[in-house]
């Protein structure tokens, strides 16, 4: 979870194979990644082989979807979802501990 305002999150990868970050509506993975952009669907950072990109989450309430776009990573479970809840909610240690193993475990997952 994510306070709406200035939050941010910061993607970085590297390896043999590419990688990207595309936003999508839900945790369903559409049937290619090219063709469409919309306020629900849309790529932030191309597909490459090395990358690094800090998206600045949407001010609105609501959650929120990621993605590569390259290699299957969707259908293959490579996928992230922030919520974005009020400013004034803070976010328990626990929680930030969760949000923190799970970007770690997608970005590992991304090398």
């Known amino acids: ?3 709406g305002g200035n939050a941010t999150a910061v993607f970085t990868w590297s390896g043999q194979v590419d990688h990207g970050i595309f936003q999508m509506p839900t945790d369903a993975c559409p049937s290619n990644f090219t063709g469409f952009a919309t306020d629900n669907y849309q790529e932030l950072a191309p597909s490459s082989t090395a990358g690094n990109f800090t998206w600045q ?11 590569s776009q390259a290699n299957q990573d969707c259908a293959n479970g490579i996928k992230a979802q922030f919520r974005v809840v009020s400013s004034s909610m803070r976010l328990s240690p626990q929680m930030g501990l969760a ?12 090398g």
């Not at 989450?57 to 959650?63: F, I, K, S």
């Open 57 to 67: 989450l949407p001010n609105a309430t609501g959650d929120y979807w990621v993605t």
């Open 1 to 3: 979870m994510c306070g």
């Open 99 to 110: 949000v923190m193993a799970g970007l770690l475990g997608l970005l590992l997952t991304l």
